[in-house]
């Protein structure tokens, strides 16, 4: 008997649909059915950038399947020899993505293992810390990337978001300044709509274009009714100094904040942060802070925002960004409209 298949919310979509197509060998085959969701897992994979959320059902249709086909088999196995229990172990593991979508951050702070942006705990050394970061190293979908280095130009749906000036707590996570937001801002991305959860920011970009950094990023984390997230990311150029940021700065906490602390900020615009144009590259990441939970959604939108040097400088954060992570056989999506 083959040994149980087991997954964790961190693994990528393509990973777990990896290990269903390696897991499903022996049963697939006494089981055209079966054979056939496991053949249309596998194609789906290679449309994931596209079809996530339907490949992740396909996927959770044939892990179904396969234990399906387990438990009839060692009900049989047990008929025949006389003992055995009939269960299959299972992996309790997995909090890290669960953390961040119920947490609705980028960054899962409770409890977690301490990590940093330079020395024995900067990025290069995350995956040795916790066994919950294993895939900041094995992963195979990692951000950040740069954006234009397997492009390919086609139309891309519009992002439609459905934002409202919003009372806003400002917080100091130890890794970044974050603007926790309150229910009621959505996104339309890729079709799917996602609520607006927090922003914060990175210092030097953590995107790259044409291997050039930008001065800092800002992440809008947003989690739809499944769980899955999508992150818009701004680039942030120096230029006119934008009002918005000055609100923002004077609010940051001196220091790192305790759970449920933070500044309050009234009735902030939102849309003030953003540049005119929303076109955006889009492609298949990961949270770029660990557990580097892969399955994100990434738009970064390839217009810059202007912010003066000044409100560059009056960042407390001198570098949180982790470097470029290998695009492997990804495709970057950009809208060509």
Not at 39 to 64: C, H, P
Not at 96 to 122: I, L, Q
């Amino acid at each position: 008997m083959r040994p149980a298949v087991r997954t964790t919310r961190s693994v990528s979509l393509l990973a777990a649909l990896a290990l269903v197509a390696a897991a499903c060998g022996g049963s697939a085959a006494a089981d055209p059915d079966l054979e056939d969701k496991v053949n249309e897992a596998r194609e789906l994979a290679y449309q994931a950038a596209l079809s996530a959320e339907q490949a992740k059902d396909v996927a959770d249709e044939a892990l179904a399947a396969v234990g399906e086909a387990e438990a009839g088999q060692g009900a049989q196995e047990e008929g025949a020899s006389g003992h055995g229990t009939g269960e299959e172990p299972t992996d309790g593991h997995g909090a890290g993505e669960e953390e961040a979508a119920h947490g609705a951050t980028e960054h899962s702070e409770e409890a977690a293992p301490h990590w940093t942006y330079e020395g024995e705990t900067g990025p290069e050394h995350w995956a040795s810390i916790s066994e919950e970061f294993e895939a900041c190293e094995a992963g195979m979908n990692q951000s950040p990337i740069d954006l234009v280095s397997r492009t390919i130009e086609v139309g891309l749906d519009d992002l439609q978001l459905d934002w409202k000036p919003s009372d806003l707590t400002i917080v100091d996570n130890g890794h970044t300044i974050q603007a926790n937001i309150p229910a009621g801002n959505t996104s339309v991305i890729d079709g799917v709509v996602y609520d607006l959860v927090q922003f914060h920011f990175h210092k030097p970009s953590e995107h790259e274009v044409k291997g050039e950094a930008f001065p800092m990023e800002l992440h809008f984390v947003h989690r739809n009714a499944a769980g899955g997230l999508a992150v818009i990311g701004v680039l942030l150029t120096v230029g006119e100094a934008n009002p918005a940021y000055d609100i923002l700065w004077a609010a940051q906490p001196e220091a790192a904040t305790a759970e449920g602390e933070g500044n309050a900020v009234a009735g902030f615009d939102l849309a003030a942060l953003l540049p005119p144009d929303l076109h955006a590259w889009r492609y298949p990441g990961s949270l770029t802070t660990p557990p580097c939970s892969e399955g994100v959604s990434w738009n970064v939108l390839a217009t810059p925002a202007a912010v003066s040097q000044t409100q560059i400088d009056g960042f407390r954060y001198d570098h949180n960004a982790r470097p470029v992570q290998a695009i492997g056989d990804r495709l970057v999506l950009a809208d060509k409209s």
